[in-house]
């Protein structure tokens, strides 16, 4: 691609080798063409230092952010901590080598629970404002207990959204056929590769539905037993902020709009960020994550790592997925924060903070319009003065 091809003659040679006739031009040579990658440099930059950041604050194993362009699925950003520097070759060790972003694999958590509230939309069983009852905060699916943190007692489903309930979305999920749900999760492109021709891309693990038990089903829902890379999941959440079509990632600037896949009807894919838009509101689960002058739509994740035997109680994944503008979605980032230690490790508080940095500066670069009234913002901040 870069170099070119070169070209073919026939030509009539001496016998001391030197050529004395050409004959036949067999083929032209053919230039090498250029190639220019998505990434822009200016976010790239933003998103390493707020993750490095991040991940030396709250001493984390490591972390990673992705970001798209929801309108083309162009990858802006990718970046990874620990890194390396490549003019260091002392410092060239195998952990800081590989591209945590298509590579490293995890359960995703509530991140998950949007898709899950689709597929019943999809298919009719539930809107925004259908009521679901929690209580008593746990419910019995065969031989297992799925928790709440709390007793929400009676909710709709943006609540369980903006809570983030394991049961509400336990109930939804079993309200489906299982094969609903894994072929919503595998339009979305779980389980199979991004395509993004970076090398080393994982697929990820989505078992097939005719496997699954009334307790896998039910966890499938709020993000366990299967897994993602976070790029797949920022693939995932573009297809929401694409107005329900997928569109292929790509590592290269391109020139012409890709072509895109229908996965979820338009209005499913706009009640849902709608729904996750309250997610970042003040009695949301991720304040921390909003952008001064911009609607964001997006979750939260806190999944606990799995270790031999089971899940380890004190160790997790913290995650937020989001978009801005909420009200046409251009940006589209995930940020994934492994192993924080210390008192804060829920998404929210140890990702949302991340995103907030990285998505204000990133639609600042990109002289990216605000579509929230500054008074909303100003009177927010009166009425944490006030409390």
């Not at 009521?131 to 943006?158: C, E, F, T």
């Given at each position: 691609w870069l170099t070119g091809t070169p070209g073919a003659k026939r030509v009539i040679k001496d016998g001391s080798g030197r050529v004395v006739n050409q004959?036949?031009?067999?083929?032209?040579?053919?230039?090498?063409?250029?190639?220019?990658?998505?990434?822009?440099?200016?976010?790239q930059?933003?998103?390493?230092?707020?993750?490095?950041?991040?991940?030396?604050?709250?001493?984390?194993?490591?972390?990673?952010?992705?970001?798209?362009?929801?309108?083309?699925?162009?990858?802006?950003?990718?970046?990874?901590?620990?890194?390396?520097?490549?003019?260091?070759?002392?410092?060239?060790?195998?952990?800081?080598?590989?591209?945590?972003?298509?590579?490293?694999?995890?359960?995703?958590?509530?991140?998950?629970k949007p898709f899950a509230v689709a597929a019943a939309m999809e298919q009719g069983k539930f809107r925004p404002t259908t009521p679901i009852d929690v209580s008593p905060g746990y419910m019995k699916v065969g031989r297992y207990l799925v928790r709440d943190h709390r007793n929400y007692g009676m909710i709709d489903v943006a609540t369980v959204l903006r809570k983030s309930s394991n049961v509400g979305a336990s109930k939804i999920a079993l309200s489906m056929p299982p094969e609903t749900l894994w072929q919503l999760y595998t339009k979305l492109?779980?389980?199979?590769?991004?395509?993004?021709?970076?090398?080393?891309?994982?697929?990820?693990?989505?078992?097939?539905?005719s496997d699954w038990s009334s307790f896998e089903q039910?966890?499938?829902?709020?993000?366990?037993?299967?897994?993602?890379?976070?790029?797949?999941?920022?693939?995932?959440?573009?297809?929401?902020?694409?107005?329900?079509?997928r569109l292929p990632v790509s590592l290269l600037?391109?020139?012409?709009?890709?072509?895109?896949?229908?996965?979820?009807r338009q209005s499913t894919a706009r009640s849902v960020?709608?729904?996750?838009?309250?997610?970042?509101?003040?009695?949301?689960?991720?304040?921390?994550?909003?952008?001064?002058?911009?609607?964001?739509a997006g979750k939260t994740g806190t999944a606990k790592k799995s270790v031999a035997g089971g899940y380890a109680e004190d160790k997790y994944l913290s995650l937020f997925?989001?978009?801005?503008?909420?009200?046409?979605?251009?940006?589209?980032?995930?940020?994934?924060?492994?192993?924080?230690?210390?008192?804060?490790?829920?998404?929210?508080?140890?990702?949302?903070?991340?995103?907030?940095?990285?998505?204000?500066?990133?639609l600042r670069l990109m002289n990216i319009p605000p579509d929230k009234p500054w008074h909303e913002d100003k009177l927010m901040a009166r009425l944490g003065e006030q409390e």
């Amino acid at each position: 691609w870069l170099t070119g091809t070169p070209g073919a003659k026939r030509v009539i040679k001496d016998g001391s080798g030197r050529v004395v006739n050409q004959v036949e031009n067999i083929q032209s040579p053919a230039p090498g063409k250029d190639l220019s990658l998505s990434i822009d440099r200016r976010l790239q930059f933003l998103a390493y230092r707020e993750l490095k950041a991040a991940v030396a604050k709250h001493r984390a194993r490591s972390g990673s952010v992705v970001i798209l362009d929801a309108q083309n699925g162009e990858i802006l950003a990718m970046v990874n901590s620990p890194a390396y520097n490549p003019n260091d070759l002392q410092d060239r060790r195998s952990s800081k080598l590989r591209n945590r972003s298509v590579t490293d694999v995890f359960e995703p958590g509530s991140t998950i629970k949007p898709f899950a509230v689709a597929a019943a939309m999809e298919q009719g069983k539930f809107r925004p404002t259908t009521p679901i009852d929690v209580s008593p905060g746990y419910m019995k699916v065969g031989r297992y207990l799925v928790r709440d943190h709390r007793n929400y007692g009676m909710i709709d489903v943006a609540t369980v959204l903006r809570k983030s309930s394991n049961v509400g979305a336990s109930k939804i999920a079993l309200s489906m056929p299982p094969e609903t749900l894994w072929q919503l999760y595998t339009k979305l492109g779980f389980g199979s590769s991004p395509e993004s021709l970076f090398p080393g891309e994982s697929s990820g693990r989505l078992p097939h539905f005719s496997d699954w038990s009334s307790f896998e089903q039910a966890t499938l829902s709020f993000g366990y037993g299967l897994s993602v890379t976070p790029l797949q999941l920022a693939r995932a959440y573009a297809v929401l902020a694409n107005d329900g079509e997928r569109l292929p990632v790509s590592l290269l600037k391109l020139d012409q709009q890709p072509v895109g896949e229908r996965v979820l009807r338009q209005s499913t894919a706009r009640s849902v960020v709608a729904m996750l838009e309250s997610v970042v509101s003040r009695d949301g689960s991720a304040p921390l994550a909003a952008v001064p002058g911009y609607r964001v739509a997006g979750k939260t994740g806190t999944a606990k790592k799995s270790v031999a035997g089971g899940y380890a109680e004190d160790k997790y994944l913290s995650l937020f997925v989001g978009m801005a503008p909420a009200t046409r979605p251009r940006l589209v980032m995930a940020v994934f924060i492994d192993e924080p230690r210390g008192e804060e490790y829920y998404g929210g508080a140890v990702a949302g903070p991340v995103f907030s940095k990285v998505m204000s500066g990133a639609l600042r670069l990109m002289n990216i319009p605000p579509d929230k009234p500054w008074h909303e913002d100003k009177l927010m901040a009166r009425l944490g003065e006030q409390e």
